[in-house]
């Protein structure tokens, strides 16, 4: 059976779209989805299902958010190896220590992409910026609050994003090759 990995953008900062965790997998195990587990406070989920496409299952989980939980959130579904082509695929080397600076963006529809292209016009040295083929990736080598591009990409210019810092995405690999079923 697949597995796949959601990603809510913008949950439980603040005060603002508040989504408990527990509640939310409630609602995808009630939703049919089996061996759901989360990552964190902040939105990350890894599931299985028998069938259908990451953005079938992103539509799919945004209306049940919207419906049960009464909160509107984007939501960004890939499978668990588009996560590791992801993954494969950063160009930036950052050492284990600026895992939590080094922020991947990632976007339902690859199409989508091009538009995060102009945050590399805000890229200070020694920050790095890079576009893969299914998500973009930042180094704010200097901390994420100091960096003008890191601002652009968790704030409105990065709205049909969602990102999420290396250390996390790392973990959210580690959780989907836990609950693979052979």
Not at 64 to 87: C, M, W
Not at 117 to 139: D, N, R, W
Request: hydrophobic fraction near 55%; include cysteine; charge should be positive.
């Amino acid at each position: 059976m697949p597995m796949f990995v959601a990603l809510l953008r913008g949950v439980n900062v603040g005060k603002a779209r508040r989504v408990p965790m527990a509640d939310l997998r409630a609602l995808i195990g009630d939703m049919g989805y089996t061996r759901v587990a989360s990552l964190l406070n902040s939105g990350n989920l890894a599931f299985h299902a028998q069938r259908g496409t990451p953005a079938i299952h992103a539509s799919a989980i945004a209306a049940a958010i919207t419906g049960r939980l009464k909160v509107r959130v984007p939501v960004v579904v890939k499978s668990a190896r588009q996560l590791d082509a992801i993954i494969d695929a950063n160009p930036i080397l950052a050492e284990d220590s600026l895992h939590p600076r080094l922020l991947v963006a990632f976007v339902q529809d690859a199409k989508l992409l091009s538009n995060l292209a102009p945050i590399g016009s805000l890229v200070i040295a020694p920050e790095q910026f890079a576009m893969g083929k299914q998500a973009a990736y930042l180094l704010c080598a200097r901390g994420i609050l100091e960096s003008k591009a890191a601002a652009a990409l968790l704030g409105r210019a990065g709205g049909i994003a969602t990102s999420r810092n290396w250390a996390t995405v790392l973990k959210l690999q580690a959780l989907a090759n836990e609950h693979v079923v052979d």
